[in-house]
């Protein structure tokens, strides 16, 4: 599933990046990612830390891992709370974070380079770092199911080739029955997860443009991701991992979907409602200033032609 994340995110920022400018567009990420992480991070630490660490809460309080638990919101990750399960891993999920930072940085820089429009440009460069990551890190003795980071993020490059050929590509059940053959079969052989992008991506956008019923109660899949770890971890340790894999389930997907309504209702939506409010003119101005900083710098290193 998070491969499908990342590809999906890939081809809907790149609409996001054709309709605005590039301090816009990253103003937009940052405004639909920060918040709602940032208030998953803050609950961690002050509720379900608070609630369960063995510590005092004073040396809870001061110690150093709970100051740098809070670096999980600029993407300094940190899985664990003082104190809190005997050490072991609260949000695991987080690994995911530095990799999307990784692709929002990667389209900002092709952007930057007059790069992203070009899109036989990109087919050529995302095939050209699938092949070669795969052959860097190719590993006889690596395990199965190997999912990494690399893989993350070409699947998020794939997503975003995908949208620059949309009006190319044809979109069939039967293409994606291949594509999801394709996906399973990489995903699960060691060495070859790398080359899972493109099918992978594929069949994230088809789903995409299926014809789905609206959910009424607003985009809660942020949310459940950000939430659903914790919640897990937490029903484990309350019930001794006694609870049977089905009740599990259900307990876990109905808190983690609560605690995201929460947030999409508290901090996420209000927020996306006022963005044209946060990102004001003074976006568009500072983008040209760094947009030409930007260019200033490429023509210097000579990888710009001067300007005539």
């Avoid at 491969?3 to 081809?11: E, N, R, T």
């Avoid at 060691?190 to 959910?215: D, E, S």
């Avoid at 607003?218 to 484990?236: A, E, K, M, W």
């Amino acid at each position: 599933m998070v491969p499908m994340f990342f590809a999906l995110s890939g081809y809907l920022v790149s609409g996001s990046l054709e309709r605005n400018n590039l301090v816009r567009f990253l103003g937009l990420r940052i405004l639909r990612i920060v918040p709602a992480l940032a208030f998953e991070i803050f609950l961690c630490a002050l509720v379900l830390g608070v609630s369960f660490t063995k510590l005092p809460l004073y040396e809870y309080f001061v110690s150093r891992e709970f100051i740098v638990y809070f670096g999980n919101i600029v993407g300094w990750i940190h899985f664990t709370l003082p104190g809190v399960f005997e050490g072991k891993v609260i949000n695991l999920q987080l690994w995911t974070i530095p990799y999307e930072l990784e692709c929002y940085a990667a389209i900002a820089v092709i952007s930057m380079l007059g790069l992203f429009r070009r899109r036989s440009f990109n087919l050529v460069l995302v095939s050209v770092l699938t092949v070669g990551i795969s052959y860097l890190t190719w590993d006889p003795m690596a395990p199965q199911n190997n999912l990494n980071g690399r893989a993350l993020v070409l699947a998020f490059l794939f997503g975003v080739v995908i949208y620059q050929y949309r009006d190319k590509l044809a979109f069939s059940p039967s293409l994606a029955v291949v594509a999801t053959i394709l996906s399973v079969v990489l995903l699960s052989r060691a060495n070859y997860t790398i080359l899972a992008g493109a099918p992978i991506a594929y069949l994230t956008v088809y789903i995409g443009l299926q014809q789905f019923p609206p959910i009424r109660f607003g985009d809660l899949s942020y949310g459940v991701y950000l939430f659903h770890y914790p919640i897990l971890r937490t029903v484990n340790e309350i019930t001794g991992n006694g609870i049977g894999i089905i009740a599990g389930f259900a307990i876990v997907l109905v808190l983690s979907a609560g605690c995201a309504l929460i947030s999409w209702n508290l901090i996420e939506r209000p927020l996306l409602e006022q963005k044209k409010a946060i990102l004001g003119p003074w976006v568009d101005d500072l983008n040209t200033a760094v947009t030409e900083a930007a260019r200033s710098t490429l023509r210097f290193m000579r990888f710009l032609p001067a300007q005539s």
